[in-house]
Nanobody, 125 residues
């Protein structure tokens, strides 16, 4: 059974930092693109950042560019999201996702086949 489990969320003041982790089990994702999405209350789930299978290529949404950094450790089957300079508008449930087939990242939510349960990130002003 494939599972993605996020951790590292919490409450932080504006300007602070958090590091999210996404641990995969049930299969290896070393040849698969992965991504982070987020969903704020009353809004649709939106793309945040994605990474290719090797980690050599990433793409960030404009809203997080320069503040968030995605990375992965394929030996540990784990992906990370370092979030710096957090803003109240970053408050959301953050989900990790994995593509079953492709090594190349995508911004499209439907491209991702596996999803974690989400971790809450709350940024206070």
């Amino acid at each position: 059974q494939v599972q993605l489990v996020e951790s590292g969320g919490g409450l932080v003041q504006a300007g602070g930092s958090l590091r999210l982790s996404c641990a995969a089990s049930g299969r290896t994702f070393s040849r698969n693109a992965m991504a982070w999405f987020r969903q704020a209350p009353g809004k649709e789930r939106e793309f945040v950042v994605a990474i290719s299978s090797s980690g050599g290529s990433t793409y960030h949404a404009d809203s997080v560019k320069g503040r968030f950094t995605i990375s992965r450790d394929n030996a540990k089957n784990t992906m990370y999201l370092q979030m710096n300079s957090l803003k109240p508008e970053d408050t959301a449930v953050y989900y990790c996702a994995a593509d079953r087939d492709s090594s190349n990242w995508s911004l499209v939510r439907a491209r991702y086949d596996y999803w974690g349960q989400g971790t809450q990130v709350t940024v206070s002003s």
